[in-house]
């Protein structure tokens, strides 16, 4: 429990408008957009600047308190829960965009700062912030930074991790951290900024971020194929590659996330097919028009029931908007959604399908499987009901078998919704007792109270 006293200390220091003890908000704060988790905080506070983050780390540490940072908590891992309760630090007040210098192509912003808002900014100046996740009318940078959020284009742009130049941060003694700068080298001492890029709010609290930006392409394509069979999409996807062609977006939806959205967005997707590819290449015009053509090729080659190109922006824009809208559908449909991250190779997408296919079978769920299908990054989720003792147990099952095999083929079990509360389980056996050993020491040097967001990454007994 905290004390009064510093609960008096945050206020006279945030303003108290800026300090949240009311029960009814405090409730609706404990939770992220992972289902099934929460917990309540003690208080939750809204710091307007970096001097006042370091404030609240001092509070927390003086009265040994644990902290836990927040964004817009759409982490579908638990990874903004306050699982010991204490204080949640939300940095959406701090949403100014701080510069964008077109001399050096960044922008600098605060945490805060909602992911759409940044590409909106820039691309009125004529350039790109490519990382886009599904939530990005929603999510902050400083969240997208924590779990190196990916989105549609990563197949060709890459994740949140490819554009972070600069990174400013309050740690957990309440000293400032500044690594990196809008040089586009830069080798001077450890990589600070590539350990805090996601270490889930573990580490540090991020106060300001300098991106990369790049031009715009100039031009776009937008096809939507539809398969009979998932297993030849994710053939597609592998010989779309394998022919030295990197779409912007190769993104997958099954039969049942196929219906879920068309029962939410209505926009006329074919209901009896097994799987769509949402596939969009862009660049110059002519190489898009050569790629274009590539894509075309292959589609039909491998076997695409029907291939079909956007008419316009507008179209593809919509297909796209259909695509973002796969999880919000699917967890319309029964009482618990429990979402996983698979990730493998690209070349194993089709043997993925397959084995999805087959474990839904074998422990008798509804699975709707969706995700960017370019990156192998797979998001099979399960349709259940948490009452429901034995089908939760059956998930569970479906889930360890999935990920034995999917790290077998040299996969991960989270390509970038982190590990947070929801993968604890998994992570050891991923990196192994030396990796965890590791990554231990990291987290005791930076924090050696250990009051920083606990309760995260390391299962229980390793902390
Ligand atoms: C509908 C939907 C679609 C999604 N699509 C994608 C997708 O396509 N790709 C993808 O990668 N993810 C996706 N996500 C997951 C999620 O949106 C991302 O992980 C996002 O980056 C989280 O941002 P946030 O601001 O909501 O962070 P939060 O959920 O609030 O926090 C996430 C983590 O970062 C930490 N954190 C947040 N801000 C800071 C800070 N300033 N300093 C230190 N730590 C901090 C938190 O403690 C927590 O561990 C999706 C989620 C939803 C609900």
């Known amino acids: 429990m905290i004390s009064e006293t510093a609960i008096q200390t945050l206020i006279d220091k945030l303003g108290k408008e800026n300090v949240i003890t009311a029960a009814e908000d405090l409730l609706v704060l404990g939770y992220d957009s992972t289902p099934g988790l929460h917990a309540t905080p003690d208080l939750v506070v809204y710091p307007t600047d970096s001097e006042q983050v370091q404030s609240v780390m001092q509070v927390a540490r003086d009265h040994k308190v644990p902290i836990t940072p927040r964004g817009s908590g759409t982490g579908l891992s638990g990874g903004s829960i306050p699982v010991d309760g204490g204080i949640v630090i939300c940095l959406n007040k701090m949403d100014k965009i701080l510069e964008i210098d077109e001399e050096n192509l960044t922008a600098t912003c605060q945490a805060g700062v909602v992911t759409l808002d940044l590409f909106n900014a820039v691309a009125a100046k004529g350039l790109f912030y490519p990382p886009d996740p599904g939530s990005q009318k929603i999510s902050t940078l ?26 400013k941060c309050v740690l957990p003694d309440g000293s400032l951290l500044s690594t990196g700068g809008k040089s586009v080298k830069d080798v001077a001492g450890y990589a600070f900024k590539d350990l805090l890029i996601g270490s889930e709010g ?8 300098t991106v990369k930006l790049i031009p715009p392409p100039q031009d776009k394509r937008t ?16 010989k779309i590659i394998a022919a030295k062609i990197i779409p912007s977006t190769m993104e997958i939806m099954d039969k049942a996330t196929i219906n879920c959205v068309e029962d939410y967005v209505k926009i006329g997707l074919p209901r009896e097919m097994a ?37 316009d922006a507008e179209e593809a824009a919509s297909l796209a908007a259909a695509r973002r809208t796969a999880l919000s559908a699917l967890a319309r449909v029964s009482p618990t959604t429990l979402l ?4 493998v190779p690209r070349s194993m997408l089709a043997e993925t399908f397959t084995l999805i296919e087959r474990l839904t079978k074998k422990y008798a769920l509804t699975v709707g499987t969706f995700g960017h299908a370019g990156d192998g990054n797979l998001h099979p989720t399960v349709l259940c009901d948490e009452r429901d003792a034995d089908e939760m147990k059956r998930a569970h099952a479906f889930y360890d078998e999935l990920y034995e095999q999917v790290l077998a083929w040299g996969g991960t079990v989270s390509g970038e919704h982190g590990i947070g509360i929801a993968k604890k389980e998994y992570l050891a056996r991923q990196i192994g007792p030396g990796g965890v050993a590791v990554m231990k020491r990291i987290k005791q ?12 990454i390391f299962a229980d007994g390793q902390e």
């Open 340 to 343: 996983e991250d698979a990730t």
């Open 202 to 209: 573990t580490l540090a609290i991020i106060t300001e971020i």
């Open 445 to 456: 040097a930076f924090d050696p109270e250990g009051i920083l967001n606990p309760g995260k």
């Open 142 to 167: 400083g969240g997208n930074v924590m779990e190196d959020a990916g989105g549609l284009r990563g197949l060709k742009y890459g994740v949140t991790r490819d554009y972070v130049m600069a990174l």
């Open 275 to 311: 799987a769509l590819l949402l596939i969009e290449v862009d660049g110059h015009p002519a190489m898009v028009t050569e790629e274009a053509e590539g894509v075309e090729r292959i589609l039909r080659e491998v076997g695409a029931a029907e291939v079909q190109v956007a008419k």
């Open 223 to 238: 096809f939507l194929a539809y398969f009979d069979d998932i297993s030849i999409a994710g053939a597609a996807v592998s």
